[in-house]
């Protein structure tokens, strides 16, 4: 199985592989970058997600390209060229993105659609390549399985049931206050050398909380509080003095909005 094989290699450099600065990451960057396709693949074909074609909208994935290039190209980035950095709109109005491991993106043309302004987005966008950089996935992967039954894979004890449960957990998963902090401040870091306001995660946050919404993302609705993290997510634009201004785009964002269904 592809996963037990790139843990044998992260088991044999246990000493040295570390994750987000949270404690050791068990799994190595080419776990990262298999455990993402694995679960891109699963997406693509499991029929459960309508992923919106490339082919059959380009200026819609265009659109979205640029706003993610825009944030990688930031010289932020640890892994902008060792992960894949693929972008899939999910057609569906759930209000909602997420990242796998690897630098696969997922976001809901519930969620594009809902937003005022493409900073808002942006801000959205770039939480999430923060969770995938910092490796936040497989750091909660490492704390909820440890050593022993990771290195059970290793081993070929129940590695398959381990593996696929392994995989079918990275669609549930919950980041806690560090992970989300974190993915908020970084947000504000990529967007800083951007055209879109440095804390456009901030006003997203906002709308989400002044409308009555169904369906709160999973990053929204776990702690910190949203109220907690607008505030410091604006305080952290004021200090590293990123600009806060929006970025005027409003027809674009709008035909980028019309061109989905």
Known sequence: MRIAFFLLI?????????????????FSIEDDIALGKQLRDQVLSSGEYN??????????????????NSILNSGDIRYKDEFA????????????????????I??????????????DLAGVMAHEVAHADRRHSTDQL???????????IVLGENAENIGTEILS????????RSDESEADAFSVNYLCDTKYAANGAAS???KMTQQNT???????????????????????????QCSTNASGSVSAWQSFQRSLP
């Not at 369906?215 to 004021?238: D, K």
């Open 214 to 240: 169904v369906g709160v993302p999973e990053f929204l609705s776990t702690h910190p509080s949203p109220q907690n993290r607008v505030a410091e997510i604006n305080q952290l634009a004021n200090q590293t």
């Open 142 to 152: 490492t704390r909820r399985y440890g050593i022993s039954a990771l290195a059970g």
């Open 85 to 104: 950095w693929e972008v899939y709109i999910l057609e569906d109005e759930t209000l909602n993105a997420f990242a796998a491991p690897g630098g696969y």
């Open 51 to 68: 992923v919106l074609s490339r082919s059959q909208y380009p200026q819609s994935y265009a659109y979205l390209d640029n706003m993610v």
């Open 10 to 26: 992260t088991l044999g450099l246990l000493s040295s592989t570390c994750g987000s600065g949270n404690g050791i990451n068990l």
């Open 204 to 206: 997203f946050f906002e």
């Open 169 to 176: 957990s990275l669609v549930s998963l919950r980041f806690g």
């Open 106 to 119: 997922f976001v809901y043309t519930g969620l594009i659609k809902f937003l005022d302004r493409p900073d």
